[in-house]
């Protein structure tokens, strides 16, 4: 059924041009991929030191368990 | 239904690089270099930018499933042994 095709304004649409760089996409790909990079290894990081910071606590006796 | 509970925490973080971030990165990977393959351009040389993209995102998604996966697996583990310690008439070494 045609609803479910992906339709486009003719008024719009455009042939992509394979001339030059799409430099919107790549640099929203690189803008991306170091965000991405920055909020793991920011989030590793914190981790590791909540983990040790708990270690040096002491273990306390179930908390919630399950 | 939270995904990384905070009593997560308490366990060592896996490494940055694991096998779920490993794995799941090369997947990322291979689909942008699928994608080159389906659209007629040079597999390697073309799109970086979305190797790099799709590399980040399965890196992303693999370390986050390797943390839930080793917080299921130690909840299990302290569950299972909860309850070994709780019945240990159940559990007696053979012969005592």
């Known amino acids: ?66 | 239904m939270v995904f990384l509970p905070d009593e997560s925490r308490s366990l060592p973080p896996p490494p940055l690089f694991n096998k779920g971030s490993a794995w799941l990165g090369f997947v990322g990977w291979m689909t942008a270099l699928m994608d080159n393959t389906f659209n007629q351009r040079p597999v390697l040389r073309a799109g970086v930018h979305r190797q790099i993209l799709l590399t980040t995102v399965g890196w992303f998604v693999g370390y986050y499933l390797t943390k839930r996966m080793e917080y299921i697996y130690a909840k299990t583990d302290r569950e299972l042994l909860e309850y070994v310690k709780r019945h240990p008439e159940d559990f007696k070494v053979a012969g005592t």
């Not at chain 1, 430099?23 to 920055?38: E, I, M, P």
């Open chain 1, 1 to 66: 059924p045609p609803l479910l095709a992906f339709t486009r304004s003719a008024f719009v649409a455009r042939k992509p041009n394979y001339a030059q760089p799409n430099w919107l996409g790549v640099g929203l790909a690189f803008g991306t991929s170091a965000a991405l990079w920055a909020l793991l290894i920011k989030n590793h990081n914190e981790d590791v030191m909540e983990y040790e910071r708990r270690q040096k606590e002491g273990h306390r006796k179930c908390t919630g368990c399950s």
